[in-house]
Nanobody
């Protein structure tokens, strides 16, 4: 399975971005997925997850600002990010919600700065 995240970039505080993660392989539909991020000098953290039944969960740090969704036909997971803050700056990755994880992709860099 290969994970390809895209859609990152430089955005001003208060702005929005939508990330996409394409997943190869046929296991997509039956798998819970997560978006993770890792800021410089910090551990990787989960910022959103979605079950196969499309139930979603968010930590308080992004709740109300981020929205995860999935398209089973396209085998793609999305992360809509609104009201971005400088502290959202990180490399964003997608992977399974629960271990064992697939090999991590390169991720996509999100920089929130004026």
């Amino acid at each position: 399975v290969q994970l390809q995240a895209s859609g990152g970039g430089l955005v001003q505080p208060g702005g929005s971005l939508t990330l996409s993660c394409g997943v190869s392989g046929s296991i997509f539909r039956f798998t819970a997925w997560g978006w993770y991020r890792q800021a410089p000098g910090k551990q990787r953290e989960l910022v959103a997850d979605i079950t196969s039944d499309r139930n979603t969960n968010y930590p308080d740090s992004v709740k109300g600002r981020f929205a995860i969704s999935r398209d089973n036909a396209k085998r793609t997971v999305y992360l809509q990010m609104n009201s971005l803050k400088p502290e959202d700056t990180a490399v964003y990755y997608c992977n399974k919600r629960f271990s064992p994880f697939f090999t991590w992709g390169q991720g996509t860099l999100v920089t929130v700065s004026s």
